[in-house]
């Protein structure tokens, strides 16, 4: 072979070494992209009540290390259109600032709901009328806004999150003005924004404000105001999903675990996910399935009076299934109703982050 030759095969091999060198690493790039694009991070906050703080903290103990926030559901409304704080919420505030902070929980935020609760003590839920008054004015709005930030300040929260519902639709252009306000008033003393979204609010026509983060609750598909099902499904998750894509800025969207247990006679009444897993464990005939249109559990059981009961319910699997379909539609901010009473297996996964 003349020297030639020698030259020619030498460059051959060069070439065809320098070709598979590229190959491989263009199929490492492209299997580190898809990765990327299966695996991103998840954002994971959750909230705590005043009805049921000390196993709200309890739960927080153990997965504080994987929340990046944390909602305290702490302030309500008097008969006079102020913000109130339950007896229980005034114990367990230092309680919950000082597992958060010890667990490594970034911020604490403080979210305000329209209950009210009246002097004889007795409550009316997301009363409209709170909205309607605080908005009669440009008056009533600064004053509520000043009243947030005093409440936000004087307890040392991180930023706010309003959960008004069952707005009428007459307040909902100055209810999105007033957002806006709210938000340039938390935004100059560097807190955050959250505004809570019910499944049945008009986004699409709403002039939303740029700045705040949207909470869309995915769940309420069944409960006390239906028949037996599951508190979300697949379909439900993916069509508000698709729905979200007009909100301005980041949006997370919120899964509640536990479910409702409803009689026979009509009675329905709302479970934590521990106390319906015991409802199962003490029913000797009850057989659990899993409903593959949203992945939550089901079971029939009868009580002492033999009254038939049906209990649906959304466990650590349930909460996986319904991640990876917010994944799946773009969203990785995921909120939690709520801490207090989960199973053991849902909090592992919540510790390892495995779903």
């Known amino acids: 072979m ?22 491989y690493r263009q199929e490492n790039e492209e299997q580190t992209i898809r990765a990327v694009d299966v695996e991103q991070d998840l954002e994971m906050s959750a909230w705590v009540v005043d009805w049921k703080w000390e196993s709200g903290v309890a739960d927080l ?14 302030a309500y409304f008097d008969s ?9 919420m005034h114990k367990a505030l230092p309680h919950i600032f000082q597992t958060a902070r010890i667990g490594g929980v970034k911020y604490v935020d403080l979210t305000i709901v329209n209950d009210r609760w009246n002097p004889d003590g007795t409550a009316v839920q997301k009363d409209p009328g709170i909205v309607s008054r605080i908005l009669a004015t440009r008056e009533s709005q600064e004053q509520h806004i000043e009243e947030i ?23 909902w252009e100055k209810l999105c003005i007033f957002y806006a306000k709210l938000y340039e ?6 807190k955050s924004l959250r505004v809570i979204l019910e499944p049945r609010t008009p986004i699409e026509r709403l002039a939303l404000p740029e700045g705040p983060v949207y909470v869309m609750m995915a769940y309420n598909l069944f409960g006390s105001h239906s028949g037996p099902g599951p508190k979300a499904d697949h379909a439900f998750i993916r069509k508000l999903a698709s729905r979200m894509k007009v909100l301005p800025g980041e949006a997370a969207i919120a899964f509640s675990v536990g ?22 464990r003490q029913s000797s005939t ?44 773009g969203y990785d901010n995921i909120v939690l109703w709520r801490l207090g009473e989960f199973e053991q297996g849902t909090l592992n996964k919540l510790k390892k982050n495995h779903f």
């Open 2 to 23: 003349t020297r030639r030759w020698v030259y020619i095969m030498a460059a051959v091999i060069i070439v065809i070494i320098a070709g598979i060198i590229w190959f």
């Open 61 to 74: 103990q153990q997965i504080s290390r994987n929340l990046d926030r944390l909602q305290a559901f702490a």
């Open 80 to 88: 006079e259109n102020h913000l109130y704080f339950t007896d229980d």
């Open 149 to 171: 930030i005093d409440t936000v300040e004087r307890y040392g929260f991180d930023g706010v999150e309003m959960d008004f519902e069952k707005i009428g639709d007459a307040d």
């Open 185 to 190: 008033r938390l935004h100059a003393k560097e």
């Open 259 to 280: 479910g409702f247990d409803w009689t026979d006679g009509g009675k329905v009444t709302s479970l934590t996910e521990k106390q319906a897993a015991e409802l199962l």
């Open 286 to 329: 009850a057989v659990p399935m899993r409903d593959k249109a949203s992945g939550s559990l089901y079971f029939s059981y009868k009580d002492k009076e033999g009254l038939k009961h049906t209990v649906w319910y959304a466990d650590g699997e349930t909460i996986s299934q319904w991640i990876h379909i917010a994944q799946q539609s």
